[in-house]
């Protein structure tokens, strides 16, 4: 049987275990959109994850969300990425860059006045981080069918970028209520053209994203997470099973690298139904532990498993993991601070825990 600690095919790579670095945004890049110095440590001490995906990374200036987080649209957020891979290369890591455009849920603060972009002009309930403080929510504007190519070109352009930084591969941020979520989802997408309406209309921008993106870079350094009935940044869909079984079914000719599924609470069991739907590698996430991802793994659930707080709080993980010793627990109050506290600082094995 397959153990945590077995290779894995992933794409074009073969990964060295079955531990995946979960995205998570961290808030270390400056005004710019700028990953600072401490990134690419934080990145290069976690490189021992069979891949490490990255936190969010707004693709264009239009899709960042929230104060202090990363894009990959400038020379300048390129050349900082770049030390970021290859600090991880340098370990024997592989990295996958994820592209989060943040689309309503962001704030006009965040990006120069503009309103944030969404299939509809619905305002989500909830509020964003901005440089003051929490601020709400705010009407989006309804991008037109020309602006939406245009935020599909914005995302063929980041992932060129990203391989251009060196990067392995990218993932798109399907989930978490952000902007290709806000197309899936029937209570965030109330459009009366070819993008909204009927099931296959609601994917349609999913699916051309993610061929624009395939085009760019190759379907076998592509990745793609979803979250289904997650409801994070109100986003409410009528008939879920119904959106995810259809997507999943319309990967399969992307020949995507993997799948990427975190769920948190829904009953109905997406994995059984979506796993035979699927040509690529299977990646499962959230609250998972050593026993939870072993069990996946050697029972043919997944091919890979995912771990978020875990990782960020061990550097070490796997090799925690493997020698079974006690792991050290994250700090919330330090997730999205500025500096290194909370960040570079959480002790391997070697440095003693």
């Not at 995205?23 to 994850?49: C, F, H, K, L």
């Not at 509809?120 to 901005?130: C, D, L, R």
């Not at 319309?250 to 799948?259: I, Q």
């Amino acid at each position: 049987m397959n153990s945590l600690f077995s290779e894995v095919q992933v794409g074009r790579y073969t990964l060295s275990n079955r531990m995946v670095m979960a995205p998570m945004t961290r808030s270390r890049a400056n005004d710019a959109g700028v990953p600072s110095d401490i990134v690419t440590t934080y990145y290069e001490q976690r490189a021992s994850a069979g891949l490490i995906i990255s936190e969010g990374v707004f693709p264009v200036a239009l899709g960042k969300g929230y104060v202090r987080t990363p894009g990959i649209e400038t020379d300048e957020q390129v050349a900082a990425w770049k030390k970021v891979a290859e600090s991880v290369h340098a370990r024997g890591g592989r990295i996958f860059m994820q592209l989060m455009h943040c689309g309503r849920v962001s704030h006009p603060s965040l990006i120069d006045g503009a309103q944030p972009q969404a299939p509809s002009a619905i305002k989500a309930a909830g509020q964003t981080y901005t440089a003051t403080g929490l601020q709400d929510f705010v009407i989006p504007h309804a991008l037109s069918i020309v602006e939406i190519a245009g935020v599909v070109e914005g995302y063929r352009q980041a992932a060129r970028r990203a391989i251009e930084a060196g990067f392995d591969g990218v993932e798109l941020h399907a989930a978490s209520g952000y902007l290709p979520e806000q197309f899936l989802s029937s209570g965030s997408n109330q459009r009366d053209d070819e993008y909204g309406g009927s099931v296959e209309n609601r994917v349609r921008f999913v699916l051309e994203v993610l061929a624009a993106i395939v085009e760019e870079v190759g379907g076998d350094r592509v990745g793609i997470k979803i979250s289904p009935e997650m409801n994070f940044n109100d986003i409410v869909d009528a008939n879920p099973q119904e959106t995810y079984t259809y997507l999943v079914k319309h990967l399969r000719p992307f020949n995507l690298a993997y799948l990427h599924v975190a769920l948190f609470g829904a009953e109905f069991d997406y994995h059984s139904a979506l796993r035979p739907l699927f040509n690529g590698s299977y990646l499962i996430g959230s609250g998972l532990n050593k026993e939870s991802a072993e069990a996946l793994i050697s029972g043919g659930k997944a091919d890979a498993a995912v771990f978020g707080g875990a990782f960020l709080a061990n550097p070490d993980l796997p090799e925690r993991l493997r020698v079974g010793t006690e792991l050290n627990a994250p700090d919330k109050n330090t997730f999205y601070a500025p500096g290194a506290e909370g960040y570079i600082d959480y002790p391997s094995l070697t440095q003693g825990a």
